[in-house]
C-alpha cells in the first residue's frame, strides 16, 4: 500500500476535514504543510495545484488530485475502515455525495465573500457591502443544515462520516467573521461541540497549531515539499 501525502493550508484551511478523514482511514499518510498565501501562491506549490489551493492529496506513488469532494471521495474509497464505505449506487453513496456537495458548494462558498473582504483591500462601502452578501449567505446555508440535523446525530444519521470532519472545518470560520451566532442553530452548534470531542479532530486542530498531537491513525509524520520533489522527481 502507498503512502498518502496532504498538503493542507494554513491558517485553518478547509484541508481540515482532510486530515480528519485520514485519521478515520485507517490509512498511512503523511502530510506536507503549507504557508498561505506565502507558499501556496509559489512556482513550486503550483506544480503540485495550478491554482495554488489546498487541500491536495499525492496518491500511488505520485498521482495527485485536488478539490475536497475528490480526495474525500478517495480517502472514503481506499478506507480500511468499512464504516466509511459506501457502494456506488446505494441510498447511502448518494446521501454521503449530497452533504458533502452541500458543503462544499453551499456552506464553503457562503463564507467567500467575507474572505474577499478581508483579504482585499476595499473601501469600507465595499466592505460593508460583502459582509451583509456574506451574512446572509452564511445564514441560509446554517438554516438548511439546522432543519436537517432535525432527531439525528450526525450529518448522515446514525453514522459518523467524513463529511462531519469537513462540517467541523467550515463551521469554526463563524468564529473569524462574527457575522452569525452559532448558538441560535442549536442542532448545529450540538453537532458542532460533539466533534470536538472526536480524538481524530483534536489531533487536527493540534497539527494545525504545531502543538504536540497524538494520532489514533497511522499519521507517519511531515515532509516538506522539497523533499516531495526528491520522492517524486516527476512533479518537477
Request: proline content about 3%; charged content about 15%.
Amino acid at each position: 500500500m502507498s503512502i498518502l501525502t496532504l498538503f493542507y493550508g494554513i491558517p485553518s484551511g478547509c484541508s481540515f476535514g482532510s486530515i480528519v478523514a485520514l485519521e478515520w482511514s485507517g490509512l498511512p499518510y503523511q502530510l506536507c504543510r503549507i504557508e498561505m498565501p506565502a507558499q501556496s501562491h509559489t512556482e513550486a506549490y503550483y506544480r503540485i495545484n495550478p491554482l495554488g489551493e489546498t487541500p491536495a492529496l499525492i496518491y500511488d506513488n505520485g498521482k495527485v488530485v485536488t478539490e475536497t469532494m475528490a480526495i474525500l471521495n478517495h480517502i472514503t474509497a481506499k478506507s480500511s475502515n468499512t464504516a466509511f464505505h459506501y457502494q456506488q449506487g446505494t441510498e447511502a453513496f448518494n446521501l454521503f455525495n449530497q452533504k458533502l456537495a452541500f458543503l462544499n458548494t453551499t456552506l464553503f462558498n457562503a463564507f467567500a465573500p467575507l474572505w474577499y473582504r478581508i483579504e482585499h483591500a476595499l473601501s469600507e462601502d465595499s466592505k460593508q457591502v460583502l459582509q451583509d452578501y456574506g451574512k446572509e449567505l452564511v445564514e441560509q446555508a446554517f438554516t438548511a443544515l439546522e432543519a436537517s440535523l432535525t432527531n439525528q446525530t450526525w450529518l448522515m444519521g446514525e453514522q459518523l462520516s467524513f463529511v462531519d470532519g469537513y462540517y467541523a472545518g467550515i463551521t469554526r470560520w463563524l468564529k473569524y467573521h462574527n457575522v452569525i451566532d452559532i448558538h441560535h442553530f442549536p442542532n448545529c452548534h450540538r453537532l458542532y461541540q460533539e466533534l470536538q470531542n472526536q480524538a481524530a479532530v483534536q489531533f487536527t486542530h493540534a497539527i494545525e497549531q504545531q502543538h504536540l498531537a497524538k494520532s489514533s491513525g497511522n499519521f507517519l509524520g511531515h515532509i516538506s515539499l522539497e523533499e516531495i520533489f526528491q520522492q517524486y522527481p516527476h512533479l518537477k
